[in-house]
Nanobody
Framework: QVHLVESGGGLVQAGGSLTLSCTAS????????LGWFRQTPAREREFVAA????????HYSDSVKGRFTISRHNFNNTVLLKMNSLKPEDTGVYYC???????????????????WGQGTQVTVSS
C-alpha cells in the first residue's frame, strides 16, 4: 500500500492562491493516476482534479476548472495542486489520492479504488 503525505494547506483570503503538494512512497509512481478530493462537514468527499499516469492527461471538476492546475513530477514522486482565485466555497480538507489500479485514465479516479493521504486543511476567508 502506498503512503501519501500532503502539505501546503493554510488560511488565505478570497482571491488568493495556495499550492498543495503530495508525495507518494513506493515504486512505480509513473504507472498510477493521482488526484485530489476535498471534504467539509456539510459535503461528502468530492472530486477536485486528477492526472493520469504518464504522459499525464488531466481532468477537473467544473467548479475548479480554469482556476486550479494539477501537475506531477515523477522524478520525486510528487503531485501538485496549484489553486488560484480561491473562493470561500473552496474551503475544506483536501486529500491526495492514488488509484490502486495501474494505467487508468484521469476520469476514472474515484473514492472506492484509491489510497489516501491524511488530508490538509484549506480555509478561504471572505
Amino acid at each position: 500500500q502506498v503512503h501519501l503525505v500532503e502539505s501546503g494547506g493554510g488560511l488565505v483570503q478570497a482571491g488568493g492562491s495556495l499550492t498543495l503538494s503530495c508525495t507518494a512512497s513506493g515504486d512505480s509512481f509513473t504507472l498510477y493516476t493521482l488526484g485530489w478530493f476535498r471534504q467539509t462537514p456539510a459535503r461528502e468527499r468530492e472530486f477536485v482534479a486528477a492526472i493520469s499516469w504518464s504522459p499525464g492527461a488531466t481532468h477537473y471538476s467544473d467548479s475548479v476548472k480554469g482556476r486550479f492546475t494539477i501537475s506531477r513530477h515523477n522524478f520525486n514522486n510528487t503531485v501538485l495542486l496549484k489553486m488560484n482565485s480561491l473562493k470561500p466555497e473552496d474551503t475544506g480538507v483536501y486529500y491526495c489520492a492514488q488509484d490502486r489500479r495501474k494505467f487508468t485514465p484521469a476520469q476514472s479516479l474515484g473514492t472506492r479504488d484509491a489510497d489516501w493521504g491524511q488530508g490538509t486543511q484549506v480555509t478561504v476567508s471572505s
